[in-house]
């Protein structure tokens, strides 16, 4: 490896004197090998979720997809679109009921979540990725098999949680240079005598990071609309461990929302080496988290 490092350097023409120098560093780097084999197994897949508070009018989010798509990078968006739900549950008069703070999704609902999350807010995102110079397809966890689901609690009704991720249609995408905007519904394939319907409500947090581990992204990226996660004196933290972060859990300093994005990083963990909880109100933040420049909070090793 070493050899075909020296030889490519010759190739660009690089003068004897400057190829000497570089001779140990590449002998005595002991990262050298390592990191060329991380690049050689390198998916280049990142997962970005979109959180409600980021597609307002003045988002940045999606002219940044199609900048790092232009650039060869290979985003899948997940999105979640909890706002746009309860104000079409409210406009169509459907019964909104609670259990312990988690919203009963029954069959009257679970037609509203279907249409405004797989239907509205997905489209409304492809179209601004299409309309920006992008190449975007819309689909649910339902398309192509990609995530089947099983009842998480039957007192909530319509509500899932991944059994299988199916990676096949994201890989089909991308390859076919197109950014996957997926929908958190899931397919009760395994659904029993007696349950009706095949769909299921999915929380998008945990969706993006089942999906993150199931290609193995080399980052998973929340963009939601806070500037990360706070301590309990209410300061950014910029990095957790593993511990740390379930310390947060434990404590209830991380509560609400950032619940399921914490558990969703320590998942996937095991394949996804990073994530990023940072402010999608700020201008282009997705860009400057790609170019290294990211604000927010860090879980993971790196
Ligand atoms: N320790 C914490 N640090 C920061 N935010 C926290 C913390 N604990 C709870 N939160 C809450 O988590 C919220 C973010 O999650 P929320 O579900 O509201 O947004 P989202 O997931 O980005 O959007 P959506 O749910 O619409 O997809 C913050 O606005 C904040 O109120
Ligand atoms: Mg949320």
Redesign the pocket.
């Given at each position: 490896m070493r050899s075909v490092i020296l030889c490519q350097l010759r190739r660009l023409a690089v003068p004897n004197w400057q190829l000497l120098t570089l001779v140990p560093f590449v002998i005595l780097n002991p990262y050298s090998e390592d990191k060329l084999n991380q690049a050689k197994q390198s998916t280049g897949l990142f997962v970005v979720k979109i959180?409600?508070?980021?597609y307002g009018n003045h988002d940045t989010t999606l002219e940044d997809l199609v900048t790092l798509q232009q650039r060869g990078q290979h985003p899948v968006v997940v999105h979640?679109?909890?706002?746009a739900i309860s104000e079409w549950l409210e406009r169509l008069s459907v019964p909104v009921r609670f259990v312990r703070g988690l919203r009963v999704t029954d069959a009257g609902t679970l037609q509203v979540v279907v249409g405004v999350l797989a239907g509205m807010v997905n489209k409304e995102l492809v179209a601004g990725i299409e309309v920006l110079g992008g190449m975007a397809v819309g689909l649910s966890g339902v398309d192509g098999g990609l995530l089947q689901a099983e009842v998480k609690e039957p007192s909530l009704g319509y509500v899932g949680e991944v059994v299988q991720v199916d990676t096949g249609i994201i890989h089909t995408l991308v390859e076919a240079r197109c950014i996957p905007v997926i929908a958190p519904l899931g397919l009760h394939k395994s659904k029993k005598k007696g349950e009706n319907g095949y769909l299921l409500n999915l929380n998008?947090?945990t969706v993006a990071g089942d999906i993150a581990a199931a290609i193995r992204a080399e980052k998973l990226i929340?963009?939601?609309?806070?500037a990360?996660?706070?301590s309990n004196i209410g300061e950014v933290i910029k990095r957790l461990s593993r511990e740390e972060a379930k310390g947060?859990l434990t404590s209830g300093?991380?509560?609400?929302?950032?619940i399921p994005?914490v558990e969703a990083a320590l998942r996937a963990l095991a394949t996804v080496p990073v994530t990023r909880i940072i402010d999608?109100r700020v201008q282009h933040a997705l860009l400057r988290e790609m170019e290294g420049a990211g604000v927010g909070t860090t879980i993971g090793d790196r």
């Open positions: 959180g409600g508070s980021t979640g679109g909890g706002n998008a947090d929340f963009l939601t609309d806070v990360g996660i706070r947060l300093v991380a509560s609400g929302g950032m994005k999608g």
